[in-house]
């Protein structure tokens, strides 16, 4: 069941979010979030101007080429050949690159306008791991990127500030949160689905008379259910997603779907529920799930931080001005050297933060 995500392409979408400091906004929240001005006289590689920080083309490059050598580690190199709502992954990523590049620059802003600094500690430890990354490249990658190693340790620097900056701001953000509102439950699903696939992964909505047999199955199938035969039976028997048990907190998938399993008991098996990915018929194994509960405190206090921050970045970020040279990122893209395999930016950085 996939309520929220279309497919695995949306999830590899959303894990282009490691790149933030603070979490995924969308793309018109990340256009909002600065004033985009198109203009002339940039110095030679610099893509933007956030105020008084410049981005070059050495540092987008590097943010690129990692995270496109960690999803082919993961997915292979075909990932690229993927589209969704007619955009490209390697188009989406570029920008999402581009947005979160800006976002810590807009945050080492916010550092200077609030007197944070890195201290002596944080300095080395920046220092030590860009002596660890440089050193990781061959000289092919050094020429292809572009970079120094004192651009590597700035680059790891302003990740440091930003961050730095982050939990600044959330510091004395702790609610108090109740098990009602963070109230896990497990359930078991069975899927008829109302929709196929097409070539490009997009999905189809069937036919009035194909929906109307997928009803009539998932008729079926809740009778049976409510009959007294073996749920896990009729699983195997009608389920057309490749999982049947979920636990998860409120918020978490389509509100439809939620409240039907959330207004079940424990062994009780609801009617049958329509959402935009077909017909489910619903058993509640449990209506509470006390280590999952703690578990989705702990995320929903991370989200509200996260919102915290983002109303106190967002008023910062309002006035600021991105000057964006457009016929230079045009021109960007993916190096297409097979050499260039650096994958561990982030992780170095990891290692020592």
Known sequence: MKMNKSRWMIAILLAACVLSVSGCKDKKEQADATKIVLTTGFGQD??????????????????LTNMKNQYESVYGDRIWEASYEGETLEDNIKETVLARVAKIKAMNLLAQQKEIALDGEELDKTARAAAQYYESLSSGEVEVLGVDQELIQQMYEEYALAGKVYEYLIADINPEISDDEARTITVQDILIKTYSLNENGERVPYSTQAKQEAYQRAQEACSRARAGEDFSSLIAEYNEDENSTYSFGKGTYDDTFEEAAFNLGTDEISNVVETVYGYHIIKCISTFDRDETDRNKVKIVEQRRKEVFEEQYSAFVEGLTRNMNTKLWAQVGFPEDEEV???TFFEVYKSYF
């Not at 610099?46 to 943010?63: A, G, H, K, N, Q």
């Open 46 to 63: 610099e893509v933007f101007r956030i105020d008084r920080l410049s981005c070059t083309l050495p540092e987008i490059m590097v943010y």
């Open 341 to 343: 395999t650096t994958n």
